[in-house]
Each structure stands twice: as C-alpha cells, then as structure tokens.
C-alpha cells in the first residue's frame, strides 16, 4: 500500500504550460521572466524590491552580505530551524549565537532576546537577528525591533515557512515580506513550501543599497559598462546564485493561485484543529491574535516520550510523518565550533522531543486526511 506523504508539490495544468512556453522560447535563463517573478512578488508583498535567487539559502546569504557583516560579527537565531538561518553567518565569517523559542509560538522568545542583549557582553558584536517565522505563523517583528534598535542591531524575516503570512499593522492586513520593521526578508520556493520553482528563492527589501547589491552579488559581482556593453568590472567577488527563466514561469503562475492554495492550506489546519482538540496528551499549534498562518507545517506536541511510537504507529499505517527540527546547537558541527550542549536551550530541546509535523498539503484530500486523524486518536485511546 503506498505511503501518504508528509508534504508535497502542488503543480497543475497551467503551470506545467507555462513552463513549457518558455522552454520553447528563446531565453531558458536570464530572460525577462527573472524579473517578471520579482515584480510579481513585490506586487503580492508590497516590498519595494526584490531578487529571484537560487534557493532561500542562497537569499539569507546575501541578506547578511549586503548589510556588511562579516568577519568578527554576530547574529543570533533560534535552535528550533533549518540549518541555513545559521549556516548564513558562516557563510560570510560571522559567528552564529542562539536564543531560545518560546514555549507557546515556537519563536524566538523575546523576553530572553531582551535578557541576553542587556549583558554587554552578550551583545558585543551582535549585528543582525535572524528571525524565523517558523511553521508560516507570524512572529512578532514589531515588538524585536523595538529591543534591536537600542542596540543598532538590524532584522533579517526568515520566512522560509512564510510565504502568505499576513499580520494586522495599524488596522490594516499586510503580507509577510512587506519588511515593514525589517531590513529584508528571504522566501524559500523548495517544493513543499506555499509555491514552488523546484528550488529557489527570493530577498525582498525596501532598501535599494541592498537590493543593487544582491543584483550584482547574484551574477559573480559584475557590474557591466552602459556605453560598452561587452565591458564589465568585478569590485566584490559574488557567486552564482541566478535562477532560471521556466523556474520563474513556474513561479508566477503559482503565485497566482497562493491565496487559493492557502486558504486550503488552512482548512486542512481547521479540520485537524476541530479533530484533535479534545484529544488527551496532544498539544495543537498556537497562532497569535492578529495574524493569518500561511501553515507551511502542522505540528502536534506530546508528551516526552511517545512522539517516536507515534511516528512508528502512523508509519506501520503507511502516513509519513516528519520531526521539524532537531536543534542547531546539538548538531556535531555547531558543538564543535561553538561549545554548545544539551541542556543549554531547554526550551528548544524539550519541544523537539515532543514535535510531529502531520501531512499537510494542497492535494491532501478530505479522505486521506481523515484517516490521519484516525489513527491519531487510536494511538491516544
């Protein structure tokens, strides 16, 4: 019998014609469906600026070299997300320090960002925060600005998870993305994420001294002649971090529809949520007053212990299960280099004991979901 995915792509007829019209056209990459997509996302996101990039990855690595962060800096990020939110700050010589979440949003907590920053020491070098809006919920960025500029730090939106989230500011719903109190947001385009270009991302920003530089940065730091066009100069070294023109037809079709495919994204949240509540043992996410989850993942916590004989139990059934994440700082690399251990981040490491991310995915239907749910609350009975 064959397994029903944790998470999945969603493509359809229109994007798959969309793809093959500029498979037949002249430009396959470096065309005008690059900026195209960039408009797109600006349109949908209200950012002045954007850059289609190679993945997310490659986005939160020149977020932190656009804001000239380098060697001997700081930036700090929560233990509870995918390596690349750290991984960044090596990327350009900076050292990646953690704070732990909160125990209701799962974000970095900002009582213990407040703490940590206070202690002179701490914040010694600090120069940007990675802040993760982990699953698609909304982390409170207002409320971190307010503590990072006394301390001249800037705000990097990891919204990986988030493409979609909206937040209420000042009477008015606005989208994730926006970098209303942010220096720039990156968007991760990975198939299981709200769209996808099979792989791929974007840094958005109100700040055109960053956007110009992630331009060049994304072409190996050229910059070419005006009056002769074959003429180009390299003043910083970049990297190839292009995306091509058909993933970008990809993405703007699917752009398309991402407020259609959301709300179905949450629907599926509602039924589990209405299914699961009364549930004994389980724990169902938490969503702040005033903002709208575009539900990247649908994570249930329990108690220690019985979260790997229910992945097992739902695995034995054939419904594949995920753990988002391990923490960061009990990876071998990041014990090595930074002296972190268990015990550090209670917090962090008690809720990746209890986790379990449940299949969500705009093509799970009604029926395959349902038999989720059943065998759920089986293992609780």
Same mark, same amino acid.
């Given at each position: 019998?064959?397994?029903?995915?944790?998470?999945?792509?969603?493509?359809?007829?229109?994007?798959?014609?969309?793809?093959?019209?500029?498979?037949?056209?002249?430009?396959?990459?470096?065309?005008?469906?690059?900026?195209?997509?960039?408009?797109?996302? #600006?349109?949908?996101?209200?950012?002045?600026?954007?850059?289609?990039?190679?993945?997310?990855?490659? !986005?939160?690595?020149? *977020?932190?070299?656009?804001?000239?962060?380098?060697?001997?800096?700081?930036?700090?990020?929560?233990?509870?997300?995918?390596?690349?939110?750290?991984? #960044? !700050?090596?990327?350009?010589?900076?050292?990646?320090?953690?704070?732990?979440?909160?125990?209701?949003? &799962?974000?970095?907590?900002?009582?213990?960002?407040?703490?940590?920053?206070?202690?002179?020491?701490?914040?010694?070098?600090?120069?940007?925060?990675?802040?993760?809006?982990?699953?698609? =919920?909304?982390?409170?960025?207002?409320?971190?600005?307010?503590?990072?500029?006394?301390?001249?730090?800037?705000?990097?939106?990891? !919204?990986?998870?988030?493409?979609?989230?909206?937040?209420?500011?000042?009477?008015?719903?606005?989208?994730?993305?926006? #970098?209303?109190?942010?220096?720039?947001?990156?968007?991760?385009?990975?198939?299981?994420?709200?769209?996808? =270009?099979?792989?791929?991302?974007? $840094?958005?920003?109100?700040?055109?001294?960053?956007?110009? *530089? !992630?331009?060049?940065?994304?072409?190996?730091?050229?910059?070419? *002649?005006?009056?002769?066009?074959?003429?180009?100069?390299?003043?910083?070294?970049?990297?190839?971090?292009?995306?091509?023109?058909?993933? #970008?037809?990809?993405?703007?079709?699917?752009?398309?529809?991402?407020?259609?495919?959301?709300?179905?994204?949450?629907?599926?949240?509602?039924?589990?949520?209405?299914?699961?509540?009364?549930?004994?043992?389980?724990?169902?996410? &938490?969503?702040?007053?005033?903002?709208?989850?575009? &539900?990247?993942?649908?994570?249930?916590?329990?108690?220690?212990?019985?979260?790997?004989?229910?992945?097992?139990? $739902?695995?034995?059934?054939?419904?594949?299960?995920?753990?988002?994440?391990?923490?960061?700082?009990?990876?071998?690399?990041?014990?090595?280099?930074?002296?972190?251990?268990?015990?550090?981040?209670?917090?962090?490491?008690?809720?990746?004991?209890?986790?379990?991310?449940?299949?969500?995915?705009?093509?799970?239907?009604?029926?395959?979901?349902?038999?989720?749910?059943?065998?759920?609350?089986?293992?609780?009975?």
């Amino acid at each position: 019998m064959k397994s029903l995915l944790y998470s999945c792509q969603y493509i359809d007829g229109n994007d798959i014609d969309e793809v093959v019209k500029v498979l037949k056209s002249d430009w396959i990459t470096q065309g005008p469906k690059i900026g195209e997509f960039e408009a797109a996302l #600006c349109e949908y996101t209200s950012a002045k600026y954007s850059v289609a990039l190679s993945s997310g990855t490659a !986005a939160l690595h020149l *977020s932190l070299l656009t804001l000239g962060i380098g060697k001997g800096d700081k930036i700090i990020t929560s233990p509870i997300t995918f390596s690349a939110s750290a991984n #960044c !700050a090596l990327y350009v010589g900076a050292r990646p320090l953690f704070v732990d979440i909160d125990d209701k949003t &799962y974000h970095l907590d900002i009582e213990k960002l407040k703490s940590f920053l206070k202690v002179p020491s701490n914040r010694k070098g600090v120069k940007a925060i990675v802040s993760v809006h982990f699953m698609g =919920t909304v982390a409170d960025i207002a409320e971190m600005k307010k503590i990072c500029d006394r301390y001249g730090i800037s705000i990097v939106e990891d !919204a990986a998870h988030a493409l979609g989230a909206a937040y209420k500011f000042k009477d008015k719903w606005i989208k994730v993305g926006r #970098c209303e109190d942010s220096k720039a947001t990156i968007f991760s385009f990975h198939p299981i994420k709200q769209i996808t =270009t099979g792989e791929g991302g974007a $840094l958005l920003t109100n700040d055109k001294k960053i956007y110009k *530089s !992630a331009l060049r940065l994304r072409h190996h730091g050229i910059v070419r *002649s005006s009056k002769k066009p074959w003429s180009y100069d390299i003043p910083q070294v970049g990297f190839n971090y292009r995306i091509t023109d058909f993933q #970008c037809a990809l993405g703007i079709s699917q752009l398309k529809k991402i407020d259609k495919m959301i709300n179905i994204r949450r629907r599926i949240v509602g039924y589990y949520n209405e299914s699961l509540r009364k549930v004994e043992g389980i724990r169902l996410p &938490y969503e702040r007053e005033g903002t709208n989850a575009s &539900y990247h993942l649908y994570v249930i916590r329990m108690q220690r212990g019985r979260r790997d004989k229910l992945y097992s139990y $739902l695995k034995e059934n054939n419904i594949s299960t995920q753990v988002n994440y391990i923490p960061l700082h009990l990876l071998s690399y990041y014990r090595n280099l930074l002296g972190y251990r268990r015990g550090d981040f209670l917090v962090s490491e008690r809720y990746s004991a209890e986790c379990l991310s449940l299949p969500l995915y705009v093509g799970l239907s009604r029926r395959d979901q349902s038999k989720v749910i059943k065998r759920v609350r089986e293992f609780f009975q």
